[in-house]
């Protein structure tokens, strides 16, 4: 996907073709989530590794997006049973298959590490993002990541351009930190949910 085109007087954000704010979440179905606009949310999320402008996150990139993939593929092969992500776990499971799922295992915790590195940069004005990418990469993929990976991954930290670039290209300072702080909450809950379903013993394969 190519990097996304802002309106003028828009943000960056308002490029993408969903927002994690407007996925669906069923409370009375145990918080289900709804596939389709969460693997839209996550595609579009993707875009914002290119506005930090360098081809190191191409990696974190890819591993997303090929993530995102193995998740629709099953979602296409058995739409009635896929309508929510968690649905979509216990019946791939059922059928002795688990590639969708170990999919949304490294999808969620790619989304876990971009949403705390944005979140922690976002309330830390004086912070810059190759410091807070560090930090969150450190807490969420690193522990997950084999030593020929873990090098991957921090070059594309210290790639991180400076915070007011970064900033400067996702739109107008103000109305990027209210709609980005607004966008990391409602993807920060998705994370939440989808973590602690995915550590109950019917999401183990």
């Not at 949403?115 to 830390?124: I, P, R, S, T």
């Not at 993002?129 to 990976?149: M, N």
């Not at 007011?164 to 607004?182: C, M, N, S, T, W």
Request: net charge neutral; charged share 25%.
């Amino acid at each position: 996907m190519a990097a996304a085109q802002i309106q003028a007087g828009g943000t960056y954000l308002d490029s993408f073709k969903q927002s994690f704010t407007d996925v669906p979440i069923d409370a009375a179905k145990g918080n289900a989530i709804s596939t389709t606009e969460f693997l839209e949310a996550a595609e579009s999320l993707t875009t914002m590794f290119d506005a930090l402008g360098s081809v190191a996150f191409s990696p974190v990139k890819n591993d997303m997006l090929g993530n995102v993939k193995k998740i629709r593929e099953r979602q296409l092969a058995a739409p009635a049973d896929s309508e929510n992500l968690q649905d979509l776990v216990r019946n791939e499971l059922k059928s002795k298959s688990h590639k969708a799922t170990e999919g949304l295992v490294w999808l969620v915790r790619g989304l876990e590490f971009t949403c705390k590195a944005l979140k922690q940069n976002v309330h830390n004005p004086s912070e810059e993002l190759a410091d807070s990418f560090r930090a969150a990469y450190g807490v969420t993929l690193k522990p997950h990541h084999s030593f020929l990976i873990k090098p991957v991954f921090s070059a594309a930290m210290s790639a991180c351009p400076y915070r007011k670039d970064f900033y400067a290209k996702l739109g107008p300072e103000e109305a990027v930190h209210i709609q980005l702080k607004e966008y990391l909450e409602a993807l920060e809950k998705i994370v939440e949910i989808l973590k602690a379903f995915l550590a109950t013993k019917e999401a183990k394969w």
